[in-house]
C-alpha cells in the first residue's frame, strides 16, 4: 500500500478532489432545484442526463486519449467541468441543467477513464488488487466527504457552486505537475452483448437492475429528501449514509462471496435490499428509520455489483474477461439512464414513496430472477471460482479491466499454491 502511494498519490489526491466535487454537485442541483421550483419530472429529466453522458464518455473517451494523450484529454475535460458548475446558478432552467450534466457526465467519465488508466500504469501486478482497492475507497470517499461540505454555504446562493468547481481545479494540478511518464493506452475490443447473454443471463440481468438502483440512489435521493422537506444538512446526511454502507459493507459480503455459493448470495443480498427500502417505504418520516434504509440500501447495491462482476467472470475464459467488461458497463449503463426517469415517474404517481417502491422492486425482480437461474444451471464448486473484487458502479471499462487482471492473477496463483500442495506435485 505504502508503494502504491508514493506512486499514484497524485492522482488519488487529484480523484478524491474530483469525486467530492462530483458528489457536491448531484445533492446541490436537488436541493437548489427544489428552491427554483421545478418539478419531480424535471428533476428525473436533469439527473437521469448525468448517465447519459458517462455512458458516451465511457465509450469515447478511449479514442480521444489515444489522439491527443492523456494529460491534454484530463487537463480538457476538468477545465470543463468546473466551466458548467458555475453555469448552474448561473442559469438556473432545467433544461441547460440537464445539458450541462450530459456534459458533465461524459466528462466525467472520460476523466476516470485517463486516471484509471494512469493507475494501471503505476501498479505492479504485486500490488495492483491494493491499488484498485485504495482507489475504489478514494472515489466513494470523496461522495461522502462532499455531502459534509453541503452544509457549510447556502444553497441558494453562488458559493456552494463555486466550491466544487475550485476543487476540479486544484484536482488537475498535482497530476499535471507529476513526474510519473504517461503510460501507454490500449482497450479490449468488447464481448458482444449476445455472447455475453448466452455466458451469464443472471450478469446481464442483474448488471442492468443495478444500474437502476444505483442511479436512483445516486441521483434522486437527494431529490426525494428535499420533496419531504429535509433540511440540508439531513439531505446530506441522507445521501452519505448509501455510500457508507457500501464502504462498510463490502468486505463482508466480498469475504462471504469467496466462501458460498454466489447465486446464493445474489438472493441474500437483494433481499436485504428489499427490506432496506420497506424500511424506508414504512418509516413514516422518522429520520433515523430513513438513514437505517439508506445504509442498508446503499450496503448492498455496490456489492451486488461486485458480486454479480464476479459471477460473471467464474463462467467466462480467463481471455474473455477484460471483453466481457465493456458490455457489463454498456449494460448497467443502459439501467441507470433508465433509473431516474422511473423513479421521477413514481415519485409523481405514488408520491416521495416512490423512491422506495422503484428501489424495493428492482431488487425483488433480482430476487426472483436469481433464484429462478439457480434451477437452470449447476452449482460451480467454491474452489473453482474467481476472487471477487470490489468495484463501485461508476468504474470505467479501464477499472474493470484493472479489476480483471486482478481477478485472473488470484485464480492463478490459488491454483499454483494447490498445485504445490498437492503431495507429488
Not at 441558494?156 to 499535471?176: E, K
Not at 481477478?407 to 494447490?418: M, N
Request: glycine residues 10%; contains cysteine.
Amino acid at each position: 500500500m505504502i508503494q502504491v502511494l508514493s506512486s499514484a498519490w497524485a492522482l488519488l489526491f487529484g480523484m478524491g478532489l474530483l469525486m467530492v466535487a462530483n458528489g457536491m454537485q448531484g445533492t446541490l442541483l436537488a436541493v437548489r432545484g427544489q428552491i427554483e421550483g421545478f418539478g419531480t419530472f424535471e428533476m428525473s429529466l436533469v439527473m437521469s442526463a448525468y448517465f447519459v453522458g458517462f455512458l458516451g464518455g465511457s465509450r469515447t473517451a478511449p479514442r480521444m486519449i489515444r489522439r491527443v494523450g492523456h494529460v491534454r484529454v484530463f487537463a480538457a475535460l476538468a477545465s470543463l467541468i468546473s466551466a458548467v458548475m458555475i453555469l448552474y446558478p448561473t442559469i438556473t432552467d432545467p433544461w441547460v441543467w440537464m445539458m450541462g450534466r450530459v456534459l458533465i457526465g461524459f466528462c466525467f467519465s472520460a476523466v476516470y477513464v485517463t486516471a484509471e488508466s494512469w493507475l494501471n500504469d503505476a501498479a505492479s501486478n504485486e500490488n495492483r488488487g491494493q491499488a484498485l482497492s485504495l482507489y475504489m475507497i478514494v472515489q466513494t470517499g470523496g461522495i461522502v466527504i462532499a455531502q459534509v461540505l453541503m452544509v457549510t454555504a447556502d444553497p441558494s446562493g453562488y458559493v456552494l457552486f463555486v466550491i466544487p468547481s475550485i476543487l476540479v481545479s486544484l484536482a488537475i494540478t498535482p497530476i499535471l505537475l507529476s513526474i510519473s511518464p504517461t503510460p501507454a493506452f490500449d482497450t479490449t475490443k468488447p464481448m458482444s452483448l449476445r455472447a455475453l447473454f448466452n455466458v451469464s443471463p443472471l450478469g446481464c440481468i442483474g448488471m442492468f437492475l443495478l444500474g437502476g438502483v444505483f442511479s436512483a440512489q445516486f441521483g434522486m435521493s437527494s431529490v426525494y429528501g428535499a420533496l419531504i422537506g429535509l433540511s440540508v444538512g439531513q439531505i446530506s446526511t441522507f445521501v452519505a449514509m448509501f455510500f457508507v454502507g457500501a464502504m462498510l459493507l463490502q468486505y463482508p459480503i466480498g469475504w462471504v462471496s469467496d466462501r458460498f455459493d454466489r447465486r446464493a448470495l445474489v438472493v441474500v443480498t437483494a433481499a436485504i435490499g428489499v427490506v432496506g427500502a420497506l424500511i424506508g417505504y414504512f418509516s413514516g418520516g422518522s429520520f433515523n428509520m430513513i438513514l437505517a434504509s439508506a445504509f442498508v440500501m446503499g450496503g448492498v447495491s455496490n456489492p451486488l455489483y461486485s458480486l454479480l462482476l464476479a459471477h460473471t467472470n467464474d463462467y467466462l475464459d480467463h481471455d474473455d474477461m477484460a471483453a466481457a467488461s465493456g458490455g457489463l458497463i454498456f449494460i448497467n449503463g443502459l439501467g441507470a439512464i433508465s433509473g431516474p426517469l422511473i423513479t421521477g415517474w413514481m415519485m409523481g404517481q405514488f408520491g416521495p414513496s416512490g423512491f422506495y417502491i422503484f428501489i424495493a422492486v428492482l431488487n425483488a425482480v433480482l430476487v426472483i430472477y436469481a433464484t429462478y437461474r439457480a434451477t437452470q444451471r449447476s452449482t460451480i464448486a467454491i474452489e473453482d471460482t474467481g476472487a471477487y473484487v470490489y468495484m463501485t458502479q461508476s468504474a470505467t471499462p479501464v477499472a474493470m479491466e484493472i479489476a480483471q487482471e486482478y481477478a485472473i492473477e488470484t485464480e492463478l496463483e490459488s491454483e499454483l499454491e494447490d498445485e504445490s500442495d498437492t503431495p507429488g506435485a
